[in-house]
C-alpha cells in the first residue's frame, strides 16, 4: 500500500486544474445500460472508482474500454447477467446505481446490498421504496436485492425524502428507471445536487423526457426506447472546493480551472466570510489568503447547502482559525474518521454528537496519521501541507479513489508530496 510523505509547511501557488466529476461520472456509466449501442463519456476522471464500475459493467455484458484521452466507451448491446455482484459492489457502493437501469433494461435484476463504509451506515431503504413504487417487485435475498418488474415499469407519484433529506443516487436510481417507464413520474423532494442535473441533462440526449432538471421536483415521461449517448462529464466540484481549501490552509494564491463557481456557492460564501478572497475567473476562479482565517460555524446539507463532502477539509482549515468554529454533520452523522487523526497533529477538537467543536490552534504539528475514507484522507493531505514537519499518510489509496494522482498536481503549485510504497 503507498503512503505519502508530505513537507510542510508550504505556500501553494500557480495554476490547478480540476478532473472530471466522480459523482456524476458514475450515474452515467450506470445510464449506459438504458440504450443499448455504443455510449461515450467524455472527461471521466481516471480513478480507481470508475474502473471498478466499469468492472461492474462488464460483468453483467458490457463492452468497456477507455481511450488515450480518457473517454470511456460503454458498448452495452447485451446484457447477459443483470447481476451487480457483492465482490464488486463492496468496493464501490456507487454500484447501486445499476438497480434502476438494469430494471428498465431488461426486467430483472439482482444487486448486491452495498453494505456501510468509513462514514456510516449507508441504507438504501430510499432507492427500494422508489422503485417499488414503479411497480417491481423487490425481495432481500442473502444480502443481494433481488428485483423484478418483467411486466414493465409504471409512472407513478413518487416521494423521495428521507430522514436526512434528498438521496443522490436514490434519485439517479429511481429517475433512470422511470425514463422508461409507463406514463409520467413526478419524483418530489429529488436530490438537486449538480451531478443529478448532470445525469438528467445525459438521459436527455439519450430521448429521455425529462423537466425540472435541478430543482426538487422531476417530471419524467416514460419513452419507449432510449438512445446510447455522446456526453462531456461536469468538473468535479468536490475536488474543486479541496483545491480552494488547499489555497487557504496554506495562505497561497491558487488560479483553480474548470472549476464552477455556480455549483459550489455555499463554499464560497464560507470562505469569503472567513477571509479568503474567492473571485470568478473565465473557466474557473481564484483563491488567496493572506493571514489566519476567522472561525465559522458549518453544518452539512444537501444541495445546494454547504456539502457533506467537504466537511472534513474545512475542519483541517477552521484547525488554524483564530478563535473557535461548530462544525455540525447532518447527512452522515458519523463522518468524523478524520478527527482523531488531525487530533494527532495538534488540532484542538471535541466531538459532541454529530457536531464537532474545533479550537483554533497557531499550528499543526506533522505526523504519522491514517487515511480512512476518501474526503477524510484529502482533509489529511491538506493539514500536512500547513503542519510543520513530515506527515506520513498511510492507505493512500482511499485518496485514489476520488483525487487523479493528486500529488502530481499539487507539486507543481509548491506542494512537497512523496508517494512512497510501504
Ligand atoms: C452520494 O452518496 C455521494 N456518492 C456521496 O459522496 C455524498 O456524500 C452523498 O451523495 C451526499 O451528498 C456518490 O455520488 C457516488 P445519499 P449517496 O443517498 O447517494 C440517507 C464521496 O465522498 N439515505 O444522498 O449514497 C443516507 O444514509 C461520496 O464522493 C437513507 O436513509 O448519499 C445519508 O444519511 C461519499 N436511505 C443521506 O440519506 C436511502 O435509501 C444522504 O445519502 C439513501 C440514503
Redesign the pocket.
Known amino acids: 500500500m503507498d503512503v505519502f510523505r508530505i513537507e510542510g509547511p508550504v505556500r501553494l501557488s500557480g495554476t490547478i486544474t480540476v478532473n472530471g466529476s466522480?459523482?456524476a461520472s458514475?450515474?452515467i456509466m450506470a445510464a449506459a445500460v438504458l440504450a443499448p449501442g455504443k455510449s461515450r463519456l467524455k472527461g471521466a476522471p481516471r480513478l480507481s472508482?470508475i474502473t471498478v464500475f466499469a468492472q461492474l459493467l462488464e460483468d453483467i455484458g458490457c463492452k468497456v474500454s477507455t481511450e488515450s484521452d480518457g473517454t470511456v466507451s460503454i458498448d452495452s448491446t447485451s446484457i447477459g447477467k443483470p447481476v451487480g455482484e457483492y465482490d464488486i459492489v463492496r468496493k464501490m457502493?456507487?454500484g447501486?446505481?445499476i438497480l434502476g437501469p438494469l430494471l428498465a433494461r431488461v426486467g430483472r435484476a439482482q444487486v448486491s446490498m452495498?453494505g456501510g463504509?468509513a462514514?456510516?451506515?449507508?441504507?438504501?431503504?430510499?432507492?427500494?421504496?422508489g422503485l417499488r413504487e414503479l411497480g417491481a417487485q423487490i425481495r432481500l435475498e442473502n444480502g443481494y436485492i433481488v428485483a423484478d418488474a418483467m411486466r414493465g415499469l409504471c409512472g407513478n407519484e413518487i416521494f423521495l425524502g428521507?430522514?436526512?433529506?434528498?438521496?443522490?443516487?436514490?434519485?439517479?436510481n429511481v429517475m433512470m428507471a422511470a425514463t422508461l417507464a409507463k406514463g409520467t413520474t413526478v419524483i418530489e423532494s429529488a436530490?438537486c445536487?449538480p451531478?443529478i442535473t448532470d445525469l438528467a441533462n445525459c438521459l436527455n440526449t439519450m430521448g429521455a423526457k425529462i423537466t425540472g432538471i435541478g430543482s426538487p421536483r422531476l417530471v419524467i415521461e416514460g419513452v419507449k426506447q432510449l438512445k446510447p449517448f455522446d456526453y462531456q462529464v461536469i468538473p468535479d466540484r468536490?475536488e474543486g472546493g479541496t483545491f480552494m481549501v488547499a489555497a487557504a490552509i496554506t495562505k497561497g494564491c491558487l488560479h483553480i480551472r474548470n472549476c464552477r463557481l455556480g455549483d459550489l456557492m455555499a463554499v464560497a460564501a464560507l470562505l469569503r466570510n472567513i477571509g479568503v478572497t474567492v473571485e470568478t475567473e473565465n473557466s474557473g476562479c481564484i483563491v488567496a489568503c493572506s493571514g489566519p482565517v476567522k472561525p465559522t460555524d458549518i453544518t452539512t446539507q444537501?444541495?445546494p447547502g454547504f456539502?457533506?463532502?467537504l466537511q472534513a477539509q474545512f475542519m483541517a482549515l477552521l484547525a488554524l482559525a483564530e478563535g473557535n468554529s461548530i462544525i455540525i454533520e447532518k447527512?452522515?452523522?458519523d463522518r468524523f474518521m478524520h478527527v482523531a487523526e488531525l487530533a494527532r497533529m495538534a488540532a484542538d477538537l471535541r466531538k459532541e454528537g454529530s457536531a464537532v467543536i474545533v479550537s483554533g490552534v497557531k499550528k499543526l504539528i506533522a505526523a504519522p496519521v491514517m487515511a480512512s475514507?476518501?474526503?477524510a484522507s484529502a482533509a489529511l493531505v491538506l493539514a500536512g501541507l500547513a503542519a510543520e514537519g513530515t506527515t506520513v499518510v498511510n492507505r493512500v489509496y482511499h485518496i485514489d479513489r476520488?483525487y487523479e494522482k493528486i500529488e502530481e498536481r499539487l507539486n507543481p503549485v509548491g506542494a512537497k508530496i512523496i508517494r512512497e510504497s510501504d
Do not use: Q, W
Request: aromatic content about 8%.
Open positions: 466522480k459523482n458514475l450515474p472508482d457502493r456507487a447501486i446505481c452495498p463504509c462514514i456510516g451506515y449507508r441504507p438504501v431503504d430510499i432507492h427500494l421504496r428521507g430522514p436526512f433529506g434528498s438521496t443522490v443516487l436514490g434519485t439517479a436530490a445536487e451531478e468536490i444537501p444541495y456539502p457533506t463532502d447527512i452522515f452523522t475514507d476518501l474526503r476520488g
